[in-house]
């Protein structure tokens, strides 16, 4: 006959409340919920959306400091194609300003969000977009998927903590 193997075996099962507690704190969860885990307001979902449209507005400007604004100053970019990230504002300030090159025309840029969710001072925003561009006198055209971590700062205004994109290998359009 074989022997059962039980986890608990020699422990008393008035414990496994507090064992059931500590798993949960160990993942990160709050058995009760609190203020600070509340399910994104309505408000919320409309200022994310509202900073999406707004950056894509700033690249449309080619105002470096407005696109900039829209991130946290630990923020992360996590290009496509498997380039290396980007870690924090000023990392990312010289990844797409470089001062060797002239900056990034954009001619177009569409954001269509299709979620927003989170709960706390942290948003996921998922989307699909277009980008029509020029660089280093070269135009290109591509589509694609994003994928936002906004963190609210201590202002209540949410910022961009983490930024992910996936595309196909831009097309080079020709010259009309």
Same mark, same amino acid.
């Given at each position: 006959?074989?022997?059962? $193997?039980?986890? =608990? ?8 409340? =507090?064992?059931?507690?500590? =798993? ?7 058995? /009760?919920?609190?203020?600070? +885990?509340?399910? !994104? #307001? ?10 999406? /449209? ?17 991130? #946290?100053?630990?923020?992360? !970019? ?18 797409? $300003? ?13 954001? %269509?969000?299709?979620?927003? #969710?989170?709960?706390? %001072? ?11 561009? +020029? ?7 591509? #589509?694609? %998927? $994003? $994928? ?5 700062? %201590? ?5 961009? =903590? ?15």
């Amino acid at each position: 006959m074989s022997k059962s $193997f039980s986890l =608990f075996t020699g422990t008393s099962w008035s414990i496994l409340p =507090f064992i059931s507690l500590a =798993f949960l704190s160990a993942c990160g969860q709050q058995p /009760n919920g609190s203020a600070s +885990e509340a399910a !994104l #307001t309505e408000a919320d979902k409309l200022a994310i959306i509202e900073k999406c /449209n707004s950056l894509a507005n700033a690249w449309l400007a080619g105002d470096k400091d407005r696109i900039l604004y829209h991130y #946290t100053w630990d923020a992360v !970019l996590i290009p496509h194609h498997g380039e290396e990230q980007i870690v924090g504002r000023d990392a990312i300030n010289r990844y797409w $300003f470089n001062p060797l090159y002239s900056p990034p025309k954009v001619n177009r840029m569409d954001n %269509n969000v299709l979620e927003v #969710t989170g709960s706390g %001072n942290y948003a996921f925003v998922r989307g699909r977009g277009m980008l029509d561009y +020029e660089f280093q006198n070269v135009h290109y055209s591509n #589509t694609g %998927n $994003f $994928f936002h971590v906004f963190r609210r700062n %201590n202002n209540g205004d949410w910022e961009i =903590f983490r930024h992910i994109w996936t595309d196909p290998v831009p097309q080079q359009k020709q010259a009309q």
